[in-house]
């Protein structure tokens, strides 16, 4: 076979000295991680071993909650009471519990003037500072919804059903029994208690088909027909004397007499037991 290699022009040396050149290498740096990636790794890295270690201690005893240590400036009501004290049912673990969320949750109770929580060896302190309400007020509204209103100092507030009832043998109520806005709701208490703590009427709004409680005083009024209450006010008066006792009707008995009050007349009922 005839080589025309060399006879075209193609030299085989010169394709052999070529091939046999080696590219230079190249030395790249290749860096994995920048500087803030790097922080932010470090710091998932920190998250995720504090949680492992939150899951740890709440697996130890010695960190349970044993018990809850409720201290306040009034007794508290049924509500208050499973909220403050059932919290060991919730939470297994002082390191499960959020101090702060707890303390919230308790602030926002209507009764509720200031609420702390601290963590102590084996369960939890409660300090809270109560104001308890002045007036309670149960009705239905022109929807035929039940309510149950206090007046707590100058605010009117909405109780829990178990809450009214536990307040209601120590605070003066009314049972409104005809449907009501609660607005005017609100304000017929405003004026009761006006009447009940100074004394004086300076009201001239009729009322009607309600009843009164007063505990500490032993006195119910039920009124029956729209008066006056001016002549509410001339009732209390009219008790006071007949039952020869102080201004505050600091009554020795224990059980209440029971009233009927119309415009025109108070007639006295035989003695029951409170209800």
């Known amino acids: 076979m005839i080589d025309y290699t060399y ?94 969320r707890l303390e919230r949750s308790l602030s926002s109770h209507p009764l509720v003037q200031l609420a702390g929580v601290s963590r102590v060896r084996g369960g939890l302190n409660v300090a809270l500072s109560l104001r308890p309400p002045d007036f309670l007020a149960e009705g239905k509204s022109l929807d035929g919804t039940q309510f149950h209103l206090a007046l707590s100092g100058d605010r009117i507030i909405t109780l829990e059903k178990a809450d009214y009832e536990y307040y209601l043998q120590e605070v003066p109520s009314i049972d409104i029994s005809q449907p009501l806005d609660q607005k005017e709701a609100q304000e017929l208490m405003k004026e009761i208690n006006g009447i009940l703590s100074t004394s004086q009427s300076v009201f001239s709004r009729l009322t009607g088909n309600i009843s009164l409680h007063i505990p500490q005083y032993h006195v119910s009024i039920d009124v029956r027909e729209e008066t006056s209450l001016d002549r509410l006010h001339t009732a209390l008066q009219l008790i006071k004397i007949g039952s020869g006792s102080s201004d505050d009707f600091s009554y020795s008995r224990t059980s209440e007499i029971w009233y009927d009050l119309s415009q025109q007349s108070l007639v006295e009922k035989q003695y029951t037991n409170r209800r």
């Not at 790249?28 to 740890?56: C, D, N, R, V, Y």
């Open 7 to 100: 006879a075209s022009g193609f030299d085989y040396d010169t394709v052999r000295a070529y091939s046999r050149q080696e590219t230079p290498a190249v030395r790249t740096s290749h860096q994995l991680l920048s500087t803030p990636q790097k922080l932010l790794l470090g710091a998932a890295l920190f998250l995720i071993s504090l949680s492992l270690l939150l899951l740890i201690l709440q697996s130890v005893p010695a960190f349970d909650i044993h018990s809850v240590n409720v201290h306040s400036t009034q007794p508290l009501p049924p509500s208050l009471r499973a909220q403050a004290l059932e919290q060991k049912v919730n939470y297994s673990s002082l390191f499960s519990l959020s101090a702060e």
